[in-house]
């Protein structure tokens, strides 16, 4: 019993080590003289460690307004498909209509597609509504947020159903004979036990509007102060020699706001779990 239970955790730490590796290795090469990058003989430390590649890329022009349109794009794109994931997990739970079953599993085709199939269609999509409303069509921040709303509801929807699936439809019942609105059921019975699955559906909404390239890069053609940050990358790619110091500098400043956006949204989950258990 003892022999598999340490096999268990052999298991676990090799896996961990293998996750954290890639992070350690982007951090360690952010911080390499530019020597040790280029050089055949790579060792997994430095002796010299410097900050010259995060002092290059500090310095490229607009690196702070490409920060703010990500840091807006990722906040629009959770608040927006938390709120319309949450309404729909309700209707799908609470209420019987016709085609609820068909509903859920469009959601499960839908995350089934390809995201490089639909760039093209979303690309002639987003200029014509651009025609009709100018501020989410091509160039617009606006228009990275629809698309990534768009894909990140699907998974937020399945995702909260069945957390409100979980909650007996008794407090409904309950708040309702005590004089409750549906809409105090909604939002001061509903929403505090639900608050643990949005905690994680907007991880992951913030985290697939963050990363994102190929729509920022299709979507944004030349209006140069809406491009987003995953975008500032290309500078330090050229041609003749790339400058992978300042690439993996880049890369380690994107993911502190991730580290920084989870370490809060974790703060409200077990809050979360504690009001529900309080409740």
């Known amino acids: 019993m003892r022999l598999g239970r340490r096999m268990l955790d052999a298991v676990a730490v090799l896996i961990a080590l293998i996750t954290v590796f890639p ?12 020597g040790e990058i280029q050089s055949l003989d790579q060792r997994p430390w430095t002796l010299a460690p410097s900050l010259d590649a995060f002092r290059r890329v500090l310095a490229v022009n607009d690196f702070g307004r490409y920060l703010l349109n990500s840091l807006i794009v990722a906040m629009v794109v959770v608040a927006i498909s938390g709120l319309i994931a949450f309404l729909a997990a309700v209707a799908l739970t609470r209420f019987r209509f016709r085609f609820r079953t068909t ?11 390809p995201i490089e199939a639909l760039t093209i269609p979303l690309f002639f999509l987003v200029r ?8 989410i069509g091509l160039n617009t921040l606006g228009s ?7 894909f990140t509801l699907p998974f937020a929807i399945w995702m909260l159903r069945g957390f409100v699936q979980a909650i007996p439809e008794e407090l409904d019942e309950a708040a309702q004979l005590d004089g409750a609105g549906r809409f105090t ?10 608050a643990p699955g949005l905690a994680a559906t907007s991880v992951f909404s ?21 491009q987003t940050l995953p975008m500032a990358l290309l500078v330090f790619f050229k041609p003749d020699e790339n400058d992978w110091g300042a690439i993996m500098a880049a890369s380690t400043l994107m993911t502190v706001p991730v580290l920084i956006f989870f370490l809060i949204v974790r703060r409200r989950l077990v809050a979360g779990l504690g009001g529900a258990v309080k409740d």
């Open 103 to 113: 509903i859920l599993v469009t959601f499960l085709i839908a995350q089934m597609v």
């Open 185 to 194: 059921v909604l939002w001061r019975i509903l929403f505090p036990l639900v």
């Open 206 to 226: 913030f985290i697939h509007a963050w990363n994102d390239f190929l729509f920022a890069r299709t979507f944004i053609i030349s209006e140069a102060d809406n």
């Open 23 to 34: 992070i350690y290795w982007m951090v360690l090469s952010a911080v390499k003289p530019a």
């Open 144 to 150: 990275l947020m629809l698309v990534h709303t768009a």
């Open 128 to 135: 014509d509504i651009g025609g009709v409303v100018p501020g």
